[in-house]
């Protein structure tokens, strides 16, 4: 499938305020208006194109969410300050107390975490379930479900949903289909797939320069106006704010997206193809061996690869923390959680990003504590970085003790 989805970003050109080829950047927390009258129409949502105050919006802001729109194919989208804030906003806008929300049950921590811990004082229900089987999230449906939640590719499983079939399944039921995207940014076309609505942490890929922490909710131009309505609004009035100066750098690192991911996603099938001939545990949805490969690449947008994550399972924690110690000191990668950094980041999700998961679950979901989440960089030489990460394996096999220097 080509959605050629980076030839709508191509086609974005700006002329700044004094025709810079960057758009100028907004630094105004509030702004004037000529008339009280306008100042009036624009808090009741009568007005377009007037900014009133930049928690609703800003002119830097809005370049961004029109640029992932375009990325994403939706109407329009709102930026925020973090991940986690646009997705516990477009929650709180869709529920209501009394409701109800199916997830896949391999998630990010901190999603799963805010289902499952904070939406019970809105007594809002979530029920956990298996999204890479359409049957088991049917029959978690109810009268009172709102929407169904998963992401293209899970965090930290690299579990792959079925998009197409999720969004008829939640038409059938006249729910929302939500997908964070975060994983597969470009390779997954998450809403042409039909998602409703399509969530990025824009700290990983999307910035690629692990230098700040923002969000994007990419919709209809409906739902996101209700997210920025100062009455009812979740995004106003949660108050999850992307500053411009940042909106205006993520902007700018954006356009070098679509070259990221394809070597992201080069390197990553080398590493993963050389793991498994090695007979090594890896995971990748790039590898025929993956259970969601076949669904992967009939969905994706097939120039852009099977995305820059992989999983090693190396038997125990202790093993995987020598080797993330060892891959680190030969300046291999970061130990390191988050990712689509340019180097490599490695971490060991049982004890990081997934630790807001019960340990019976994470055994229950196959999330072992051996488990290695590596989020490949950009190397330019990928066949040196494989010979130097089997060097450590092997040394650390030779050493014959796993221990790692630090005590957990
Ligand atoms: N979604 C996924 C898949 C993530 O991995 C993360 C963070 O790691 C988030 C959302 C949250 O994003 P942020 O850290 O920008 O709030």
């Known amino acids: 499938m080509d959605y ?10 700006y002329f700044g305020e004094y025709g810079g080829v960057n758009p100028s950047i907004s630094d105004s927390s509030t ?6 009258k306008t100042m009036f129409d624009t808090f009741e949502g009568n007005t377009e194109g007037c900014y009133l105050y ?13 640029a992932l729109a375009a990325m994403e194919g939706t109407e329009t989208a709102n930026v925020y300050g973090s991940g986690m804030g646009a997705i516990t906003s477009v929650i709180m806008q869709l529920c209501d107390t009394g409701d109800h929300i199916v997830s896949s049950r391999t998630i990010y921590g901190g999603t799963y975490a805010f289902l499952k811990n904070f939406l019970n004082r809105f007594n809002i229900g979530v029920s956990f379930a298996d999204s890479t089987s359409v049957e088991h999230i049917e029959n978690a449906i109810t009268p009172k479900t709102k929407m169904i939640y998963c992401e293209s590719v899970s965090n930290p499983l690299l579990e792959v949903a079925d998009i197409a079939a999720l969004a008829k399944l939640a038409k059938k039921h006249g729910i929302s289909l939500v997908v964070d995207n975060t994983f597969a940014p470009l390779s997954v076309p998450a809403a042409r797939l039909g998602a409703d609505i399509v969530i990025h942490s824009l700290t990983k890929f999307i910035n690629g320069t692990s230098d700040c922490v923002a969000g994007v909710v990419c919709g209809s131009k409906d739902f996101c106006l209700s997210l920025k309505d100062v009455n009812h609004g979740a995004g106003m009035l949660l108050g999850s704010t992307l500053d411009s100066l940042r909106a205006a750098s993520i902007l700018k690192n954006m356009r070098t997206l679509h070259i990221r991911m394809k070597k992201h996603s080069e390197n990553a099938l080398y590493l993963a193809q050389k793991f498994e001939t090695d007979g090594l545990s890896v995971v990748y949805p790039g590898l025929s061996s993956h259970p969601g490969h076949e669904v992967f690449k009939t969905q994706m947008n097939s120039v852009y690869g ?12 202790e093993k995987a923390n020598a080797l993330m110690e060892l891959m680190q000191d030969r300046k291999l ?11 490599t980041l490695f971490s060991a999700p049982g004890t990081s990003t997934s630790s807001e998961i019960p340990l019976e679950e994470q055994q229950k979901m196959g999330l072992g504590n051996g488990l ?7 190397d330019d030489d990928i066949e040196r970085t494989y010979v130097l990460m089997k060097a450590c394996m092997a040394y650390l096999e030779i050493l014959g003790r796993h221990i790692s220097r630090t005590v957990l």
């Open 4 to 13: 050629k989805a980076a030839n709508q970003l191509q086609d974005l050109q």
């Open 31 to 36: 702004y004037t208006f000529l008339s009280a």
């Open 54 to 66: 930049s928690r609703h919006s800003s002119p830097s802001n809005l370049y961004l969410g029109e």
């Open 306 to 317: 099977y995305g820059g994550l992989l999983t090693l399972d190396v038997g125990s924690l």
């Open 333 to 343: 990668g970061y130990l390191a959680v988050s990712l689509g950094f340019y180097k």
């Open 372 to 378: 290695i989440r590596f989020s490949i960089g950009l």
